[in-house]
């Protein structure tokens, strides 16, 4: 073997060896972190306990939500029609325009006030909202559009639309609802989900029994009942039937009853046929689709 070629062989072996200590031979510590934008968590991390709407399961009646926009000059106007078409991209949210009884009351004008209501965050959020069973719901909201947005996207329209819609601030400098504006703020992918969530639910009424009592003296039935709305829509006529052993005693109209209203019966001296009686069922019928029909039902029995 000449000198060359024992050179070259060597050479060789040389640059494998650098090759294998480059690759396998640590020369310093890597940390890596979660990928993925930071707005789009509405909480500063996955393991934050943070509430996003001011009250628990907060939302309008109906997926298609009115708006009104006066006292705007024509680019705030743009901006909040922007903001709302923005949301609609988004979610399974509609909004549209009407000339009164609106929903949504946008204005530019400082002075306007909301019949005494005061937002709780920001210069937008619902100005009157009914508790409903599980729900809270939003009759009216308003958006007082004051500040300019120097902004390619009307990101404080969308901010207090997101007020108006039921979100609070997030403490999250990259979320679209914290407190201070910037133009690379987004919405956060959970906001979306809790709004989509929310609205997946259909606007029906939820007609059900609160604080029912019954009591007898000799044959004479004597019952005290609530029935009450606890849904999402104002509802029909309905009736009540009140049983005792499965033979019906007394039937009764209801009235329509709006999203979170209820209403006191009170039954005395109800004749009995049965001597004695030893379960007595309040049945709500009605004709039309609840949320819940379970409910429509209570047993009182016998206390032991």
């Not at 939820?206 to 029935?227: H, N, P, Q, W």
Request: charged share 20%.
């Amino acid at each position: 073997m000449s000198w060359k070629t024992a050179l070259g062989f060597i050479f060789f072996l040389f640059v494998i060896f650098l090759l294998v200590f480059y690759w396998f031979i640590p020369f310093g510590e890597i940390e890596f972190m979660t990928s993925g934008p930071g707005h789009s968590n509405f909480t500063l991390n996955s393991s934050a306990v943070e509430s996003m709407q001011f009250y628990e399961n907060l939302r309008y009646s109906e997926l298609r939500i009115s708006y009104r926009i006066e006292d705007c000059p024509l680019e705030k106007a743009d901006e909040m029609r922007n903001a709302f078409k923005t949301i609609e991209d988004k979610t399974i949210l509609t909004f549209y325009p009407v000339s009164n009884n609106e929903e949504i009351l946008v204005t530019c004008e400082s002075k306007t006030k909301f019949e005494g209501k005061f937002f709780v965050a920001g210069e937008g959020g619902p100005t009157n909202i009914t508790q409903a069973g599980s729900f809270n719901v939003i009759h009216n909201g308003g958006i007082v559009l004051l500040r300019d947005s120097n902004c390619p996207n009307p990101n404080i329209a969308i901010h207090e639309l997101l007020h108006a819609l039921g979100f609070d601030h997030s403490k999250n400098p990259e979320n679209i609802m914290y407190e201070i504006s910037r133009c690379d703020q987004e919405i956060g992918q959970d906001t979306i989900n809790v709004i989509n969530e929310l609205y997946s639910v259909p606007s029906l009424p939820d007609l059900s029994f609160e604080d029912a009592s019954a009591s007898m003296k000799g044959r004479y039935l004597d019952i005290t009942m609530v029935v009450r709305n606890n849904g999402l829509k104002n509802s029909g006529n309905s009736k009540v039937i009140i049983y005792a052993d499965n033979e019906s005693v007394k039937e009764l109209e209801i009235e329509p009853l709006v999203i979170g209203s209820g209403k006191q019966i009170t039954f005395t001296n109800i004749f009995v046929m049965q001597t004695s009686v030893n379960e007595v069922k309040l049945s709500i019928e009605y004709g039309s689709e609840e949320l819940k029909k379970e409910n429509n039902i209570i047993t009182l029995k016998i206390k032991s």
